[in-house]
């Protein structure tokens, strides 16, 4: 039987381990990319492993999650990320150059290798062949310091196209319908591959659309083939030496097969609070609407804000709609204004933005309280948006630009003749934008300003756990609800001390506290712990509070490395219903020594003297890292012998 696209990627770049579902493998990472909220740790953490120089092939620094610069931490930090990469080799992107998928996929991406980045949404890249993960800022560093990346061998699930999309219907649609039909666990542990003969009918920057939100379905990544799309993409890029043609064999064999007929797909629309509760634009017909904001990292493409501006061009947006427009990258805006179409969004009334992440984190932009907005990003979390009770919806740009000149959804039937989508005849570059590191790196002073504070160490997990259950939530929880974004809490994440205090904030205004009262202690969690963001600050902080263990009955990946990571020992039910004897304050004894790698072990609950058993489902070298208090605690141990 022949090989899958992502199972070739993986075996070229195989360091170790057996390429069957679920067991440990340690690929090379040819790639890295951080972004500032991320990687202001991630260099820290770079610069405590002691290497030189970054010793990937590429790794680039992108400013865009928190670029507005409200006080001196930010500035600061965007300061000190400059320095630190002209001091160790990598490509700087300095804040209003874009948002860091949108200007990886156009500036840096290639077919076949593999990424490795501090953002969720670092599969983007997989839209043009390359095998792309998001993980938390260490495993970033690390890897840029030259180690592997270590993750389960996932699943690939073979995901055929078929016929082409009709109508109004577009790439985020299919999305929102895969969402719909896999939910957001029903990635885990897998890779979604792309495949058949609607895949020819999609340009890149649709497919990376794709592969961009199935960070939403919880997969590892997602991927299609490189072939005369790619080619022209990377032409029109001016990267035409960067194509290689990369398919699967004929007779590839896959773990699961799922047949989407694009010809079926009508507009869809994920409705409040999470990215798979889809619906059809038609059931919303009439819902009046406070605001939408058009772009993010999933559709900001310069196909994207067309389509949106041929659709508004001659037309106000209504009156009762504040519309935000983000560009993906100064290239889009370029293109826009040749092309006349930035004046059309002005003239339409639109509130044009920075190219940054800007209301998708939460950076301005929120809704009206217990207003209703259709945002064409990939996240509709409870409170992402900064507004506690807004209600957010996710659709395409083609939806939310009827909504903008409607004020309400309509019914597509109503929408007219369908705009046909299609790539510039040129772009201009922006290449001069960038930073590249000088010859004489020694002679960089990296700048920290007074927010940079030094990393906490973490002590080894003790023999004998004994600590009380902190909080108890339920299934999906994702990063959002344990470390809340928006910009006064973003700007902390080079300081852990101080970011550590809005820990759970937004659900439990009690939990720091108690973590302060009991001297740290245990998470009780639901299904799916974790989902979402990479963002590490939401396992590191904690930590830094004195949780040593969350009991959970299933993790989110990225959550799960992160707590590895920082020495959070991650348990598994292995009776579900066993969720139901903890409550806040219970006091849980956990017998660590007796932790081996895969097994079993007996918790005591004490007080209502019950005993159940939690599995882990750990490796040696996870367990030994927790062990010792952390993943930067062990590379020192190694590095030191
Ligand atoms: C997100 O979309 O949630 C973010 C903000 O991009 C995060 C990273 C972060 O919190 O810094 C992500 O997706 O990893
Ligand atoms: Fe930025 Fe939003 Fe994309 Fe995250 S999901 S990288 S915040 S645009």
Known sequence: MGMSLAKKIISSHLVDGKMKPGQEIAIKIDHTLTQDATGTMAYLQFEAVGVKEVQTELSVSYVDHNTLQVGFRNPDDHRYLKTVAMKYGIV?????????????????????????????????????????????????????AGEPYTFPMPRIIKVELKNKLQGWASAKDIILYILKQLTVKGGVGAVLEYTGEGVGTLTVP???????????????????????????????????????????????????EIVIDLSKIEPMVACPHMPDNVITVKELDGLQVDQVA?????????????????????????????????????????????????????????????????????????????????RTFNRNFEGRSGTLDAKVYLASPITAAHVAINGKFTDPMSWGKPYILGLPKDVPSIKEHFLFSIQDKESIEVYRGPNIVPLPRFEPLPKRMEKKVLIKVGDNITTDHILPGGAEITALRSNIPEISKYIYSRVDKGFVKRANEFGGGIIIGGENYGQGSSREHAALAPRYLGVLCIIAKSFARIHRGNLVNFGILPLIFKDKKDYDLFDIGANIMIPCEELEPGGEIIVRIQGVDKEIVVLNDLSMDELNIIRVGGRLEYVRKKLSK
Do not use: W
Not at 112 to 136: I, N, Q, V
Not at 214 to 221: D, F, P
Not at 342 to 364: N, Q, S
């Open 294 to 374: 058009i772009g993010s990292c999933t559709n900001s493409s310069y196909m994207d804000l067309k389509v949106a501006a041929e659709i508004i061009k001659g037309r106000h947006v209504d009156p009762n709609v504040d519309v935000l427009l983000s560009p993906g990258s100064r290239q889009v805006v370029k293109l826009l204004v040749q092309e006349g179409l930035y004046e059309t969004f002005i003239d339409a009334g639109v509130r044009i933005l920075e190219c940054a992440c800007g209301p998708c984190i939460g950076m301005g932009g929120s809704p009206v309280t217990g207003g209703v907005s259709v």
């Open 206 to 256: 649709e497919r990376a659309t794709i592969t961009n939100m199935g960070a939403e379905l919880g997969a590892t990544t997602s991927i299609f083939p490189s072939d005369e799309q790619t080619k022209k993409f990377l032409n029109l890029m001016g990267r035409g030496s960067d194509y290689v043609p990369m398919f699967p064999d004929e007779d590839a064999e896959y773990d699961k």
């Open 92 to 144: 700087f992107s300095p804040p209003g150059n874009g948002i860091c998928h949108q200007l990886h996929l156009e500036n840096f991406a290639q077919p076949g290798k593999t990424l490795l980045g501090s953002d969720s949404h670092t599969p983007t890249a997989g839209g043009m062949g390359c095998f792309a993960m998001g993980a938390g800022g260490l495993s970033v560093a690390l890897a840029m």
